[in-house]
Each structure stands twice: as C-alpha cells, then as structure tokens.
C-alpha cells in the first residue's frame, strides 16, 4: 500500500523539483536585481520567453546550413541544437544588458516608480515585438517531443520512467545556484555586488564602477534566464509571446516567498511552489490511490495548481511581507 | 607654490540653483593637515564631495599633484590617491570588517596584506571583530573601520568628514591622535570638522567657510586665539 501510493507520488515529486528548478533560475533574476536596483523587473519573464523563440528560430535557420554543409539530417539537427543553445545564451545576455542600459540606467537617479513604470514598458514592447515577429503564432519547440535525442529520452526511477530533462534540471540548477552563491560570498566582484547593493555612493567612493556591476547583475540573470528556458521549453511544445508571463509571475512569486534580495531564498521558494503545485496536479490521483476517494470520485485538484500559487502570494504578503529569508527593512514598492 | 598636493581654484558648485560653493580657493600642501571649519551649511561636505567626483560642477577647477581633476570619475580620482572617509561613516553593514577593509582597497591590483595589518595595529579593536558583519559594531569602531577602509586604497590625500560626528568624547580624542599618526605616515589629511576646537588643534592650515565662501584662513593655531573664531565657533561670549 504504501509502496503504491509511493510510486503514484513519485512523478508529481520529481517534475515538481524539476518545475521548481526551472522556477529558481528565473527567479534568481528577479531577486538580485531588486537586491541591486530595488526593481522589480516586469520584463524578466520575457526576456525568458524570447530566449525560447531565439532557440526556434536559430534551430530552423542553422539545420539546413549544416545539412548543406553535408552533414545527414540527423546529425545536422544535433549541431544544431548544439549551436543555437549557444547563440540562446549569447542573444539573451545581450538583451538582458541592453535593456539595463537603455531603459533603467538613464533612469538610475529617478524616482523607483517611475523605473517600474519604464520596465512594464519593456515588458509589453517585448511581447508586442514577439506578436509581431511570430504572427502571434505558436512556433513549435525543437527540442521538444521524441525529436530531441538526449534530453528528453525517457529513463526509469524506480518503477516511473520520467523524460531526463526532469532529473537533470533541478542537479544543473543546484550547480548553478552553488556557483552563483560562492560567487557573491568569495569573490571581489561579488563583495562589490554586496556593498552596492547597501550603498551607491560610498560604493563608488572605494572606486567601484557601479553601472559595471549593475551590467553583471543583468548578465547572471538572462544567463540563468536563458539557461530556465532551454530545460523549460524542453517539455513544452510550443513557445508563445506570451509563454513567459505565467512561468514569470510563478518565479516572481517564488522570489517574494523566499525573501525578495535573497537568493539562497528564490531558490528555495521555487521549489516549494514548483513541487505543491505539481502535487496539487496529482492530489486526485494519490487521493485514490490512497483509498480517500472512493469509486472513481475526484475533486479536480488540478484545476487549483495556479490558483495556490498566487494565493501562496496573497497569503505571504499578509502574513510575512518579507518572505523566508528577506531583510527586515524592505521597502515598500 | 608647488608643494600643494591640492589646489583648489575659484569653485563653485550649485544644487538646482542654489550655490552651495561660491568660488572657494583652497590650497593644501603636501604633508600637512588642513582644515575646513563651519558651520551646518557652509559647503564643507560639498566640497570634499566634489573633489571625490560625486558631484559634478563646471566653474573652477581642482587640480590634484598639478592634474586637473574635476569632471574625472569618482573611480579615476580613488585611483590617483584620494580619498574620503564620509559623513556617517557609512560602511558597508553587510559586509564583515575585513571585507570592508578589503573593499576599501578595490582598485589595487597588489598585495595587500601589510595594509591591512597595519590598519589593525592602529586599531586593535577591529581585529579581534575581523569576522564580525560592520553592521554590528558600535559607532566609534565603524568610525576607525571607515578609516581604516580609506586607508586601505593607499591614498596620498586623505578627506575626512565630520570624524568625530556622533562619538564620545574618549573617541574623539582617539580619533584625533590617528589623525596626527597617519599624517606622520606622510598621508596628507583634509578635514572637515563641525568641532572646531579639536580640529585646529591638529590642523597646520585652517579655512573657515560661511555660507559657500573663505572667510578666514591661517595657521591652526593661530584662529584657535583668534576672537572671532573664538566667539563664533569655539564658544565663547563676547566680553
């Protein structure tokens, strides 16, 4: 009996860690700009989202290039794929950087409510530019489906057998975390990161740059951003314009929950929320299990998973505005 | 004179209209402790700002070792060898006091590590709290981890604001005799002092500023008998 409800359980788990792994790195974006700028930056779920169209896109314009260079079909779709992860990771550190520069660092001595107004701004002219560039239509993700020969082969835990994707995102996330943490603490550009973050002038009286170190902030955060939507879209089957706003929210929801400026926090919290709203998804499905409901009944849990999300937020905001690991004096935005 | 390490040259500087420095000239030879006393207002801070590059300003001109530098970054400026220990301290809370020292020392490209013992054998206190957050240490010792942070850079000038601004007296006193210490390091000091009386003790050359202009300027020693500094600065009733 256990063993059963066990084995029902363990899919939800597992794609939950792998949702929330997926939730961390774009919300380690949205935690260490507003630990830099005090901004919440509205366009992080689409800069999130055009990295999923600049992946369709390369990979639609470099497979027939390698095919002509003479590579069979198969192999030349691999390079491919290869080559566009690195143009996916290249494009959109160059956005996440060039609208640092252009829409919020002439604003660096306005008030922050005008910062935010100017990074809806971005946000919706991303979106727009999407609609514009796809004919608002989905484009069909390559990686996706039985096309994508390593990632998303099924392999087995136990008696689940799970796309790898979902193994490897949450260990790829954790690397990546540890590297990002150690990076603050260790070195001196993160300790120049930690005193910006404090104090603007005095940072630049010890003669520290400080737009440099605002554009590395950016940087660590489309890269990770970058990196979210290649193991995101991976199970999906399509990108949108408007793909990034849900996973976006989700991840900003999850960088409130654990303390928005904390990254050890936004990581933490996006694993709690990737994994309850992975159990909600299946509550029917191990309730049965479980003999709780009885002759087929079901309460349709499933339909709630966003919904507890965003009344995680709600809940979270009355209760503890400054998340698990925030600091006590958090301004209101 | 060719002996300034700094010479300061007809400045002014405004904030949205208002002048805050009205063509203040100030010369600071290599070596020495210069003042600048006044009061709330006069446009001390601004000045020492200004030279530091956080404040930007056309009309004059700051020339340091006989380079101008107004209009430079703030970066370049820490970089030739000036720099300020600011009003309030202001160190960094979140760091730990060696990181504070360390940040203080961000553009050296060199071994610091002598540095940052000799700042500890100036202030015992901060090596045993090393590993302590600077959030966490009293107002006197994040006093001398600012000076102890500017100190870190390696400067030719040093500027302090307002050092002895909210500290107890013992402090002060303390404050003040690592003034005289680093200055015999031949670190040239320029200091800002709502405290008069202590700062043209140690000061060799003092301005007095009133409202963004020089009104006084002289041998520490000298204003400290001088009757008007006496009545307006340093206390004492008209007979």
Redesign the interface.
């Known amino acids: 009996m256990i063993g059963k409800l066990f084995s029902t359980c363990l899919p939800y788990i597992l794609s939950g860690i792998s949702v929330g792994g997926q939730y961390a790195l774009i919300a380690i974006g949205y935690t260490m700009v507003y630990g830099i700028l005090r901004l919440i930056n509205f366009a992080h779920g689409d800069i999130f989202m055009v990295a999923g169209l600049i992946m369709v896109y390369s990979n639609v314009a470099l497979t027939p290039l390698f095919m002509n260079m003479g590579l069979s079909a198969g192999s030349a779709f691999i390079v491919s794929i290869i080559s566009s992860v690195v143009i996916v990771l290249v494009l959109t550190v160059i956005l996440g950087l060039t609208i640092e520069k252009a829409a919020y660092r002439p604003l660096r001595n306005a008030p922050r409510m005008s910062v935010m107004i100017s990074a809806i701004g971005v946000s919706y002219l991303i979106q727009n530019a999407a609609i514009y560039i796809t004919g608002g239509l989905a484009k069909p993700y390559p990686a996706s489906g039985a096309a994508m020969p390593w990632l998303s082969d099924q392999i087995t835990i136990g008696s689940t057998s799970i796309k790898r994707v979902t193994v490897i995102t949450p260990i790829l996330t954790i690397l990546l975390v540890v590297a990002l943490v150690l990076l603050i603490k260790k070195t001196k550009i993160g300790m120049a990161m930690r005193a910006v973050s404090k104090d603007f002038r005095t940072s630049r009286l010890m003669g520290i740059e400080v737009n440099n170190v605002i554009s590395v902030t950016f940087f660590i955060g489309s890269f990770l951003a970058a990196v979210g939507s290649l193991l995101y879209f991976t199970n999906y089957a399509s990108v949108t314009p408007t793909s990034g706003a849900m996973p976006g929210l989700k991840a900003f929801v999850a960088a409130v929950f654990g303390g928005i400026g904390s990254v050890p926090g936004a990581v933490v919290g996006a694993f709690i929320i990737g994994i309850c709203e992975n159990i909600l998804k299946g509550l029917d499905n191990i309730l049965s299990t479980a003999g709780v409901f009885k002759d087929g009944f079901t309460f349709g849990f499933a339909t709630f998973s966003d919904a507890f999300t965003f009344i995680l937020l709600i809940v979270i905001l009355c209760v503890k505005p400054t998340g698990l690991f925030g600091e006590k004096n958090t301004d209101k935005v | 004179m060719s002996n300034n390490i700094l010479e300061i040259n007809n400045l002014s500087v405004s904030y949205g209209g208002i002048k805050a420095v009205k063509g203040v000239t100030i010369e600071v030879p290599e070596g020495s402790i210069v003042t600048l006393i006044g009061a709330n207002g006069a446009g001390k801070s601004t000045i020492l700002r200004t030279i530091?590059?956080?404040e930007k300003t056309k009309t004059g001109s700051i020339k340091f070792l006989g380079e101008e530098i107004l209009g430079k970054?703030?970066?370049y400026i820490?970089?030739k060898g000036i720099?300020?220990v600011?009003e309030g301290r202001?160190i960094?809370?979140?760091?730990t006091v060696l990181?504070n020292l360390?940040?203080?020392a961000?553009?050296r490209k060199d071994s610091i590590e002598d540095d940052i013992n000799y700042v500890f054998s100036l202030f015992p206190r901060l090596r045993e709290r090393e590993w302590q957050l600077a959030g966490t240490l009293s107002g006197g010792e994040q006093q001398m981890l600012a000076v102890g942070?500017a100190l870190m850079?390696k400067p030719k000038l040093l500027m302090m604001d307002e050092p002895s601004l909210g500290l107890a007296p013992l402090i002060v006193k303390d404050i003040f005799s690592i003034i005289k210490t680093i200055n015999d390091r031949s670190i040239t000091v320029l200091l800002i002092e709502q405290n008069a009386n202590m700062a043209l003790q140690v000061a060799d050359i003092a301005y007095v500023l009133e409202t963004g202009s020089v009104t006084m300027t002289g041998k520490g020693r000298e204003l400290l008998e001088d009757e008007r500094i006496k009545e307006a600065y340093l206390g004492k009733k008209k007979q």
Do not use: D, H, Q, S
């Open positions: 530091c590059g956080l970054p703030a970066n820490v970089a720099t300020l600011p202001c960094f809370p979140n760091l990181e360390k940040i203080g961000y553009l942070r850079a």
